[in-house]
C-alpha cells in the first residue's frame, strides 16, 4: 500500500517559494488503477515524483509497503524505489542505440542481478507487451506505440509492486494511445498496482478510480470511490 498523510512539497528558487502539494492525502490499496487528472501545474508530476522516491518533501508523512519513507537513509531509499517502484513516462526515455532485450535490461543490471536470472525477466516482459519477436529491434525500428510498450516491459522487468505512469500516452495518437491504456489494463487485471497522470479524461475513465488534484490537493473522487459524508 501507498500512503500519503498531509504531506507539503514546496519548491524554493530565489525569492519564489512554490507549494506544490499542500495537505496532500491519498491511499492507495494494492490491486487499484488509479488515474490523476487536474489542471497543468497543480501538482501532478510533484505526486507522482514523492510517491517514486525521486523527490523528497517538506513535511507530512509517506509510508510505501509498510516502510516509512522519511526513516529512511539514501541508499535505502534507492533500494526501495528499486525493488518497489517502475516508471514509465511521456517521452519513452529508450536508448537509441540498445536494442530492445539491452533496454530493458538496463535497470536490472544496475541492479547487479544475475545474467540468467536478466534473460528470464527481460524475456517474459518482452512477451507480456506482445514483443518478445522484436528482441534485436532498434527503438527507431518501432511505432510509438510499440516504444512506450518497451518502456513498459523495462519497468515490469523489475517486477515491481506499483507502477507508476506520467502521461504514458502523451505524445502517441489516439489509436496508439488506446493500446498502450489496453495493456494497461491488462496489467492491472494480472495484479498490479498502477497510479497514472493523465489530461486526457477518456483515459481516466479506463481506471478503476479517478482522483483529481488541484492547487495541491486531492479535491475530487470518482463515482468509482464514494466521497467521504459530509458531516
Ligand atoms: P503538474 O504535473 O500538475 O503540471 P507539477 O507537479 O509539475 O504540476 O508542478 C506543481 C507546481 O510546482 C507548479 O507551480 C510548478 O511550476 C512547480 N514546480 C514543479 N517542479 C518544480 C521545481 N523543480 N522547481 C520549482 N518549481 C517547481
Ligand atoms: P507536466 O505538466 O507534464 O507535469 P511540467 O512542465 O509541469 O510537466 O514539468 C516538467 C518537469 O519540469 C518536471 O520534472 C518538473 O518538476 C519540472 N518543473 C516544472 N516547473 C518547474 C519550475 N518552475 N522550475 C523548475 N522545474 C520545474
Known amino acids: 500500500?501507498?500512503?500519503?498523510?498531509?504531506?507539503?512539497?514546496?519548491?524554493?528558487?530565489?525569492?519564489?517559494?512554490?507549494?506544490?502539494?499542500?495537505?496532500?492525502?491519498?491511499?492507495v490499496e494494492p490491486g487499484e488503477f488509479v488515474a490523476v487528472t487536474g489542471p497543468s501545474g497543480s501538482g501532478k508530476t510533484t505526486f507522482l515524483s514523492i510517491a517514486g522516491l525521486l523527490e523528497s518533501f517538506d513535511a507530512g508523512r509517506y509510508t510505501l509497503d509498510g516502510q516509512d519513507v522519511s526513516a529512511l537513509s539514501d541508499a535505502e531509499r534507492s533500494r526501495l524505489r528499486n525493488e518497489k517502484i517502475g516508471f514509465i513516462f511521456q517521452g519513452f526515455n529508450l536508448i537509441p542505440d540498445l536494442n530492445l532485450f539491452d533496454n530493458v535490461d538496463v535497470?536490472?543490471?544496475?541492479?547487479?542481478?544475475?545474467?540468467?536470472?536478466?534473460?528470464?525477466?527481460?524475456e517474459r516482459a518482452l512477451e507480456?507487451?506482445?514483443?518478445?519477436?522484436?528482441?534485436?529491434?532498434?527503438?527507431?525500428?518501432?511505432?510509438?506505440?510499440?516504444?512506450q510498450r518497451v518502456a513498459i516491459a523495462r519497468a515490469l522487468a523489475g517486477r515491481p509492486a506499483f507502477l507508476l505512469a506520467d502521461e504514458p500516452t502523451g505524445n502517441l495518437?489516439?489509436?496508439?494511445?488506446?493500446?498502450?491504456?489496453d495493456m494497461l489494463g491488462e496489467i492491472n487485471a494480472q495484479g498490479m498496482t498502477i497510479?497514472?497522470?493523465?489530461h486526457d479524461p477518456d483515459l481516466a475513465r479506463r481506471a478503476s478510480r479517478n482522483?483529481?488534484?488541484?492547487?495541491g490537493q486531492v479535491t475530487d473522487f470518482s463515482l468509482y470511490e464514494p466521497a467521504p459524508a459530509v458531516q
Open 1 to 27: 500500500m501507498l500512503a500519503m498523510q498531509s504531506v507539503k512539497k514546496i519548491y524554493r528558487t530565489d525569492m519564489i517559494e512554490t507549494h506544490a502539494l499542500r495537505d496532500f492525502s491519498l491511499q
Open 107 to 122: 535497470p536490472l543490471r544496475y541492479r547487479g542481478l544475475a545474467a540468467r536470472d536478466r534473460r528470464q525477466r527481460i
Open 128 to 147: 507480456q507487451v506482445g514483443l518478445a519477436s522484436r528482441a534485436k529491434h532498434l527503438p527507431s525500428q518501432l511505432s510509438g506505440g510499440q516504444q
Open 173 to 181: 495518437d489516439s489509436l496508439m494511445a488506446r493500446q498502450v491504456m
Open 195 to 198: 497510479v497514472m497522470v493523465t
Open 211 to 215: 482522483i483529481q488534484i488541484v492547487d
